[in-house]
């Protein structure tokens, strides 16, 4: 077992464990945003993909990380794009525009 | 700098872009603060890519930039799709989060080999399976949310054995290449079969169940991230992995307790099939119906009105004319609130963004439970395009399919109207004995027009729409 393993596996349990306790208090109204936003977040894949296609160790792994540079940024930036979108449109009473 | 310095920078750019993920959804926690999130997640999303750029071992950045490029080009009109299209944005979405995670696990795989280790060889077959699966699952359903493909489930017989045999198949592939990693074709086929069975996973699930679905691959999509984590070994990976793939659990979670079902059923029962049968024992009996002008004078002398709308709200693109209705009827001091259910849409919580968009405010948006305990004091309970979820057999009949699923109690309303096209049984075939009862009134058309005539009959004939 390497040994980067068990640390990783820490990290996992107290990153899902967190994530249950954070996300279980948001409000079900932004369920929607939730999603979009936990895909951006999830996008920071393009880290990992940025280094294989950089690293230009063969031409499969580079075509291969350029594929998914594009994939992942794409949920990223979309991602983002949406979220703030719906969460501009929801508005309390008695704050209406004129 | 010396190489090791530059890398712990990194290191720690990359710790405080996951801190700021962590605050992203934290503050998702109420409307006031939640754009606050937004910037959060994009500021530590923007750190964490910049960062990467020094990392020392990119030699060439052609193509980097390139992936970036079509990234944005295609990101942009994803991020500006309608609001009724979220659903199917979000499907792909996942697909492309698994795309990425799959081509970046196959990639480590040829990489590698032949030094890849037992345990190594593990990780990245386990994440190359649920990278494949959720990649093509996602396509399936945001096919069938567009509508691309048929929403019925298609089902046929054996198919569980069937589909569960693939998914065996790719999982003794990848015993036989942990044991012997560069075994020719092995890897690929593995690939390939798991990309079939995703396909095999969702095409049987029926449009109803797209929200829990649409939550599960949302789970999916998150522990392969988590999983490319561990292969590569970076901790940011496996954070946001983890946060991604909790809160696709938590939803699925709820999705499936909002309509009293197990996993296993979502996913292997083929809701929709099993009321056919049910349909034929129609027996006569009245309902009474309504005119626009009769449901407006009922409105108008109404206190308290609790609108439940569903996704035949949003099919007829009734939105803006509810909110008409909504404005209308608050002028005139009547109480007006909307009742969401957990399933309203086709995706979870996505009703709420359906009223946002039309300008109607969130604290006027009430959930099930609450909308439930107002129920006895509202005068008037009105349903739009929603029909299982205020069907009261869920709660009496125990043959109904439905049987047990929570739902919004519009029967204990003094009077209940429905706008519906026809007394047709809904998208899931289930008879509603709503439509019979003393206190209903049926307001047969479409709900955009009728919603409409009603605001025309509230504001005196003078409103042209």
Redesign the interface.
């Known amino acids: 077992?390497?040994a980067?393993?068990t640390?990783?596996l820490y990290?996992?349990v107290l990153?899902?464990f967190?994530?249950?306790e954070?996300?279980?208090?948001?409000?079900?109204?932004?369920?929607?945003?939730?999603?979009?936003?936990?895909?951006?977040?999830?996008?920071?894949?393009?880290?990992?993909?940025?280094?294989?296609?950089?690293?230009?160790?063969?031409r499969?792994?580079?075509?291969?990380?350029?594929?998914?540079?594009?994939?992942?940024?794409?949920?990223?930036?979309?991602?983002?794009?949406?979220?703030?979108?719906?969460?501009?449109?929801?508005?309390?009473?008695?704050?209406?525009k004129q | 700098m010396t190489p090791l310095a530059t890398q712990q920078l990194i290191d720690f750019a990359?710790i405080a872009?996951i801190a700021l993920?962590?605050l992203?959804?934290?503050w998702?926690?109420?409307?006031?603060t939640?754009?606050h999130?937004?910037l959060a997640?994009?500021i530590?999303?923007a750190v964490?890519?910049v960062t990467?750029?020094f990392?020392p071992?990119?030699?060439?950045?052609r193509?980097?930039a390139?992936?970036?490029v079509?990234?944005?080009i295609?990101?942009?009109?994803?991020?500006?799709?309608p609001?009724t299209a979220?659903p199917q944005?979000?499907a792909m979405?996942?697909a492309?989060?698994a795309?990425?995670?799959a081509?970046?696990g196959?990639?480590?795989y040829?990489?590698r080999i032949p030094h890849v280790?037992r345990?190594?060889m593990t990780e990245i077959a386990l994440e190359v399976i649920i990278g494949s699966l959720s990649f093509t699952g996602s396509l399936i359903a945001a096919g069938k949310l567009q509508e691309l493909l048929p929403q019925r489930p298609i089902t046929y017989k054996g198919q569980n054995v069937v589909s569960l045999s693939v998914l065996g198949a790719a999982v003794v592939i990848a015993l036989i290449l942990i044991v012997r990693p560069t075994f020719p074709l092995l890897f690929p086929a593995m690939v390939v079969i798991s990309l079939v069975f995703g396909v095999m996973l969702v095409t049987p699930i029926g449009g109803a169940d797209m929200p829990t679905v649409?939550?599960l691959l949302?789970s999916y999509?998150?522990l392969s991230?988590?999983l490319?984590?561990?292969v590569?070994?970076?901790?940011?990976?496996?954070?946001?992995?983890?946060?991604?793939?909790?809160?696709?659990f938590?939803?699925s979670v709820?999705m499936c307790k909002a309509m009293n079902r197990s996993f296993t059923n979502v996913m292997f029962g083929a809701f929709g099939q099993l009321q056919v049968s049910a349909a034929g024992k129609q027996e006569e009996r009245t309902v009474r119906s309504a005119t626009p002008e009769e449901a407006a004078s009922i409105l108008a002398s109404a206190n308290s009105v609790v609108v439940v709308p569903g996704y035949g709200m949003a099919v007829a693109q009734a939105q803006h004319r509810v909110r008409e209705l909504f404005d209308i009827l608050t002028r005139r001091g009547v109480d007006v609130k909307f009742a969401?259910h957990?399933v309203a849409g086709r995706?979870?919580?996505?009703m709420?963004?359906l009223l946002?968009?039309a300008?109607i405010?969130?604290?006027?948006?009430i959930?099930m439970e609450n909308a439930n305990s107002e129920m006895p004091q509202t005068d008037v309970a009105l349903v739009i395009g929603a029909n299982d979820v205020t069907n009261p057999a869920a709660k009496t009949d125990q043959g109904s399919p439905i049987y047990g699923m929570p739902i919004i109690e519009v029967d204990n309303a003094r009077t209940v109207m429905v706008i519906k096209r026809s007394l047709n049984p809904g998208f899931a075939g289930i008879d509603n004995p709503l439509y019979y009862l003393d206190k209903t009134l049926m307001l047969f058309g479409d709900a955009k027009a009728f919603v409409g005539s009603i605001v025309r009959e509230l504001s005196g004939g003078g409103h042209e729409g």
């Open positions: 077992m390497p980067g393993f640390t990783n990290v996992f990153a899902a967190l994530g249950f954070v996300i279980k208090r948001v409000s079900p109204l932004l369920h929607t945003p939730l999603m979009s936003l936990t895909n951006a977040l999830d996008a920071v894949v393009v880290v990992a993909a940025m280094i294989i296609a950089g690293r230009h160790e063969t499969l792994s580079t075509v291969l990380g350029a594929l998914a540079v594009a994939a992942a940024f794409s949920n990223m930036v979309g991602g983002f794009l949406i979220t703030d979108r719906m969460l501009r449109m929801f508005k309390i009473s008695g704050r209406k | 990359y872009a993920f962590i992203a959804l934290r998702l926690s109420s409307p006031a939640a754009r999130g937004v997640g994009e530590g999303a964490a890519v990467t750029f990392n071992s990119l030699v060439q950045f193509w980097i390139v992936g970036l079509v990234g944005a295609i990101g942009v009109p994803l991020g500006l799709v609001m979220v944005r979000t979405s996942h492309f989060g795309l990425a995670a081509v970046i196959i990639s480590e040829y990489t280790t345990f190594e649409i939550s949302n999509v998150g991230a988590a490319l984590g561990f590569l070994n970076a901790k940011v990976l496996v954070v946001a992995g983890a946060l991604d793939g909790s809160s696709g938590i939803l709820i969401i957990p995706m979870p919580g996505h709420n963004v946002a968009e300008d405010p969130y604290d006027k948006l959930d």
